[in-house]
């Protein structure tokens, strides 16, 4: 095998999310929520505005607030010239933004509890405390910078928008939620990747915020809506955010990925056609272009040499990167590779050859191309299958 062809393998995109406890302690990260300051309004008292339906199956909240001593925002906001009683909360000083309706989280929400919340660098925080230092900006209305928050709710862990000195708003069965206490995530090297809903699953590196009570994970995510971009929860292939006391679910959203994690700049996959040498019963070429790598292709036989993936993307278009996951059976990854380009579909050029991985990264010199051929060169001593679960092409 030729060094000169030999692509830079770039592998360990994850961030690592398993840090030590003693790690997480030292830099104020906790997967326990915060304690929130007692009997605090969720708004200022200047204006209040119509009640925002409660979700079902809360106790109702007079206008004194909820049991837990939490009132509910007016749909809209209401922007107050003062703090109400208790003096605290994020409306006080008549800064309350424009969407602060919502909410607020009923005594019975299962804050006591500490639910299976994804690990990662989050910080825990209150309303009424500045953002944690190294707080990671997600998104922007007007003068208001809003972080990527997560907090329990209801046996799960609900993702959503953080406010400076605020609260995490978040979405949930309709309404917009409304937690005083919660984390952020913190870091700066995440990059946003651009994708158009709905999708059947996060692509990999996508960055966990929560947990539904089913188990079902939850990621960060982004989208404009109104004036603002407001940071929210990948949930049932949807930006799910809170806006104006109201559960938004968005289609075309950005997704929060792990730091150095390749950004796949040909998103749109839906166009593209998937071929093979060869396929097993039960899966299909275009499985590894559904955003899904539970779902894959499988060539149905232990690897000889020879077996063969192809896409034709429609078009050309100038590319630099090949991302493989082989899915969720390890070891079904190409014992060794041969990735090739072409323009017209009949003559391929080779422009990286390697060993294999469970997830291989393959970066090249910039090329155009319209089709990718990656040929499987090598013999599984175990007699393995190749597969894919997930196929990404980058222009960068």
């Not at 500490?114 to 209150?126: D, S």
């Not at 590196?205 to 939850?218: D, F, K, M, W």
């Not at 060169?377 to 980058?394: F, P, R, V």
């Amino acid at each position: 095998m030729k060094e000169s062809r030999r692509a830079v393998m770039v592998m360990g995109w994850s961030f690592g999310w398993s840090l030590g406890l003693a790690a997480m302690q030292a830099l104020g990260c906790s997967l326990s929520p915060g304690a929130g300051p007692a009997g605090g309004d969720q708004v200022g008292a200047g204006v209040r505005g119509q009640d925002a339906v409660v979700t079902a199956g809360d106790p109702p909240a007079g206008e004194g607030g909820s049991t837990s001593g939490e009132g509910i925002g007016g749909t809209g906001g209401a922007t107050g010239s003062g703090g109400s009683a208790g003096g605290g909360g994020w409306g006080a000083g008549g800064n309350t933004p424009a969407d602060a309706g919502g909410v607020a989280a009923p005594a019975d929400a299962g804050n006591d509890e500490v639910p299976l919340a994804p690990p990662g660098p989050w910080a825990a925080t209150a309303a009424g405390s500045a953002p944690p230092i190294g707080a990671f900006p997600a998104g922007q209305e007007g003068t208001t910078t809003f972080y990527a928050c997560r907090a329990p709710f209801k046996g799960g862990v609900q993702g959503g928008k953080g406010f400076p000195t605020g609260n995490c708003n978040f979405g949930y069965g309709g309404a917009e939620v409304v937690e005083p206490s919660y984390e952020v995530l913190v870091g700066a090297l995440f990059t946003w990747q651009p994708t158009v809903g709905p999708i059947l699953r996060a692509p990999p590196h996508a960055v966990p915020s929560g947990r539904e009570v089913s188990g079902i994970l939850q990621y960060v995510c982004r989208a404009s809506y109104m004036t603002g971009i407001h940071p929210g929860k990948m949930v049932k292939g949807a930006c799910s955010i809170g806006y104006g006391g109201s559960e938004v679910g968005l289609s075309s959203f950005d997704l929060l990925l792990d730091p150095g994690a390749p950004v796949d700049n040909l998103r749109d996959r839906g166009t593209w056609k998937a071929t093979a040498s060869s396929t097993s019963a039960n899966t299909a070429p275009e499985n590894a272009l559904d955003d899904d790598n539970a779902t894959r292709w499988s060539s149905g036989h232990a690897q000889v040499g020879g077996e063969w993936f192809g896409v034709d993307m429609g078009a050309p278009a100038t590319i630099q990167r090949v991302i493989l996951d082989a899915g969720n059976v390890p070891g079904d990854f190409p014992t060794k590779f041969d990735l090739a380009t072409s323009l017209d579909g009949a003559a391929f050029t080779s422009v990286a050859t390697g060993p294999g991985a469970q997830v291989l990264n393959v970066i090249f010199a910039p090329t155009s191309a319209r089709y990718v051929k990656i040929t499987q060169t090598g013999q599984s001593n175990q007699g393995k299958w190749w597969a894919i679960g997930d196929l990404a092409i980058s222009d960068q």
